[in-house]
């Protein structure tokens, strides 16, 4: 990945004279949930994945972004002069914000920079992309400008910078993991005086399997922040019976002596979970010292329920995912893992299950509904999956394959009139008949109260490959004659090169983006 966004540098701005590439990892908490803003233990690990950047120090003081995972945005500029949050800002609010927060420590940029990026951790997992941003761009900072500031200093600056800056009152977890992950190992922390210690991840005979829901969570504009409040709340309520700086300081049996402190019983839920957390940390890193991955994966298990019942920070997809390893033979232990409201499950799998565990053996799902716009993943489409399983086990389970785009109300409708096939193309094709019967009415099908396309004449234009073949089959098999485009030049060459009348009408993906200088919208 060092070698591609370098090049990437070297194609935006000329040349890579001088350019240094820097990387942070992700993160990933095996146990110790919400305890890491409430003075308690937290245990994760840092992962292969992560954030590279690719920077070279400027003569002025502008600043430029540009990242490989949205390139839609292009080069984003800004300013030191300028270092402040901004909904149009997009991501570089992220590494705005560490820089305003090294200036506010007395470190300020004497100049500008410019920044390429790439991070292969899932957008929105709950992996900790944010944190590995604010880290690598401490790196980026401490080496370019000669900073003197530790890992535990980065850390720090990248906290107080995603509380401060971008508003998501986050704990240190993050952050530390990213800025202080050591190989083979996870980090017992105490996040109330940050004292800490590797503990070597020997997991006898099993593996560390992360599931991802693709369910993406976005912590500030979720309840993370009102579970915070709520927590603080039922601090100051309990600390007016008993001596403690955060809820990290109780035991359960003190916490359950004290609890009738707290007014309200949401907030009772809340810091239930946040004394009970911290001790099953507590005994989760005992347990592995001991070798003991039976206790491990059950006080695993324990955190899921908690961080669903008391905590309320799970979702329908997390726990299906659970509950469904907690079914598998093999498995230790399965829980959500970081923020919550969506994102990734962290398992502890026996070597010998970790297939079944990946591949749900036949029974575990009633139905699959897949997007067939699905993006290529590793070498896998929607359509190749769809037909591997038709000709798989996959027995009587009813397949509906829909696009990214489909509504509530046509899936609805779409099982309402049985559609229960093995599809290897999308079945709501009749919203686009319905927009095709839009412009022609008078071609309208009354039987079918859609548009006849046998002889319509179409240009489709769309810059995903995938997209432009299985529309094109779609199409096709309704009898339209396709013309194909995939980029903006193509779909004016098309145009151009063919008389008045060619075209009956023009399908567009008006979300594509700028082709050769040309766009959608021109």
């Known amino acids: ?159 107080y910078s995603e509380n401060n800056f971008n508003g998501m009152n986050c704990g240190i977890m993050d952050q530390f993991a990213s800025a ?36 993406k969570h976005s912590l500030v504009n979720s309840a993370y922040n009102e ?87 799970s979702c329908e997809e997390i726990d299906v995912l659970v509950e469904e390893a907690w079914k598998v033979d093999g498995v230790i232990g399965s829980r959500i893992t970081g923020g919550g409201f969506g994102g990734c499950t962290v398992s502890i799998v026996r070597d010998e299950a970790v297939d079944a565990f990946q591949n749900n053996p036949p029974g575990t799902f009633d139905v699959i509904i897949m997007d067939i716009m699905m993006p290529v993943m590793d070498g896998i489409t929607a359509t190749k999956t769809i037909r591997a399983l038709e000709r798989g086990d996959a027995g009587t389970i009813p397949i509906i394959a829909m696009t990214a785009n489909a509504y509530e109300e046509d899936i609805r409708s779409t099982r309402e009139a049985g559609m229960d096939a093995h599809l290897s193309k999308p079945i709501d094709v009749n919203v686009l008949f319905k927009t095709l019967s839009h412009f022609y009415p008078a071609s309208c099908r009354e039987e079918k109260q859609q548009t006849d396309l046998r002889g319509m004449k179409i240009l489709l234009v769309d810059d995903v490959e995938l997209n432009l073949e299985i529309a094109m089959t779609v199409l096709s098999d309704e009898g339209a004659v396709v013309t194909t485009a995939q980029n903006g030049q193509e779909a004016v060459d098309a145009f151009c090169n063919n008389p008045a009348g060619t075209f009956d009408v023009i399908l567009m993906d008006v979300h594509m983006p700028v082709m050769d200088g040309i766009t959608a919208t021109k």
């Not at 490989?68 to 705005?96: C, H, I, Q």
């Not at 996870?186 to 992360?210: H, M, N």
């Open 227 to 313: 579970r915070r409040s709520e927590c603080e709340k039922a601090l100051e309520e309990l600390q007016t019976v008993v001596d403690i700086k955060g809820l990290g300081d109780l035991t359960e049996e003190q916490f359950e002596m004290h609890r009738e402190a707290i007014k309200s019983e949401v907030r009772v839920k809340r810091a239930k979970h946040a004394v009970y957390e911290n001790q099953r940390t507590i005994r989760a890193v005992a347990a592995l010292k001991n070798n003991d991955l039976k206790l491990f994966g059950e006080l695993m298990n324990a955190s899921h329920v908690s961080l669903r019942d008391d905590y309320a920070v």
């Open 1 to 159: 990945m060092k070698e591609a966004v370098l090049k990437k540098f070297g194609e935006l701005y000329g040349d890579t004279q001088g350019v240094n590439v820097y990387f942070a990892p992700g993160r990933v908490n095996l146990i110790g949930e919400h305890t890491d803003y409430n003075g308690g233990h937290v245990f994760p690990c840092a992962l292969t994945i992560g954030t590279y950047v690719a920077a070279r120090k400027r003569a002025d003081r502008k600043l430029t972004f540009y990242s490989m995972n949205f390139d839609r945005l292009g080069v984003v500029e800004g300013s030191l002069d300028d270092l402040t949050p901004a909904k149009e800002a997009e991501w570089t609010n992220y590494p705005k914000g560490v820089m305003w927060a090294f200036a506010g420590r007395g470190m300020e940029m004497d100049c500008g920079l410019d920044i390429v990026l790439y991070g292969n951790i899932p957008n929105g997992s709950g992996l900790s992309s944010s944190a590995s941003l604010e880290v690598v761009t401490g790196y980026v900072l401490r080496d370019l400008y000669g900073f003197d500031v530790t890992n535990v200093d980065l850390a720090k600056i990248g906290q």
């Open 180 to 215: 202080m992950g050591k190989k083979d190992n996870a980090i017992f922390l105490d996040t109330a005086d940050l004292s800490y210690e590797y503990a070597p991840l020997v997991l006898d005979g099993a593996k560390i399997v992360v599931t991802n829901s693709n369910v």
